[in-house]
């Protein structure tokens, strides 16, 4: 995968449930997108599997919304 994901993107999706492609070969599926950083954060917050997860922005691949 060779997306670029902007924050700008991801911030389109705040709320939604989607799916992310992370660096290393990683992936969550079916997570809800909480919060995609604000200035000064440099990761997106997400809820997935019961728990609050942050990652970096620099990690994410791809996103996009399940079924899509």
């Known amino acids: ?3 670029l994901i902007t924050t700008s993107r ?6 939604r449930h989607v799916s992310l ?3 290393g070969g ?7 997108l909480i919060s995609a950083g604000r200035p000064g ?5 997400v809820f997935a599997a019961g ?5 970096p922005v620099g990690d994410i691949l791809d ?3 399940p079924g899509r």
Do not use: H, K, Y
């Open 1 to 3: 995968m060779s997306a």
């Open 10 to 15: 991801l911030r389109s999706l705040e709320g």
């Open 21 to 23: 492609a992370l660096a």
């Open 26 to 32: 990683g992936r969550i599926d079916d997570c809800q």
């Open 41 to 45: 954060t440099s990761t997106v917050w």
């Open 51 to 55: 728990a609050d997860t942050f990652f």
């Open 63 to 65: 996103v996009w919304e």
